[in-house]
Nanobody
Framework: QVQLVESGGGLVQAGGSLRLSCTAS?????????MGWYRQAPGKQRELVAV???????NYADSVKARFTISRDNAKRTAYLQMNGLKPEDTAVYYC?????????WGQGTQVTVSS
């Protein structure tokens, strides 16, 4: 059973914007402690992009601060990553992540490509 479903990736020119969405299943959403986004570029390790904690606090990678915004809509069981001012170095597969107690869940990944 798929627990996290992502959408919103695509191709955009440098300076453009995209919004990623990640919807969690009913089974896990109410127990999610941390929800966020990671990314992995070709030949590189997966890295944290942004997370939102259950209480609402957020944390961002230095490389995306002031450009990306993470938010969570509990009524829709969905987390969003608004990405503005995209740069070619933001090109990667973006993965939604959720932690429920000690279990990690991952989305299927969505490709974001930023052309120069």
């Amino acid at each position: 059973q798929v627990q996290l479903v992502e959408s919103g990736g695509g191709l955009v020119q440098a300076g453009g914007s995209l919004r990623l969405s990640c919807t969690a299943s009913e089974r896990i959403f109410s127990n999610i402690n941390v929800m966020g986004w990671y990314r992995q570029a070709p030949g590189k390790q997966r890295e944290l992009v942004a997370v939102v904690i259950a209480g609402g606090s957020t944390n961002y990678a230095d490389s995306v601060k002031a450009r990306f915004t993470i938010s969570r809509d509990n009524a829709k069981r969905t987390a969003y990553l608004q990405m503005n001012g995209l740069k070619p170095e933001d090109t990667a597969v973006y993965y939604c992540h959720a932690r429920v107690f000690r279990t990690d869940y991952w989305g299927q990944g969505t490709q974001v490509t930023v052309s120069s």
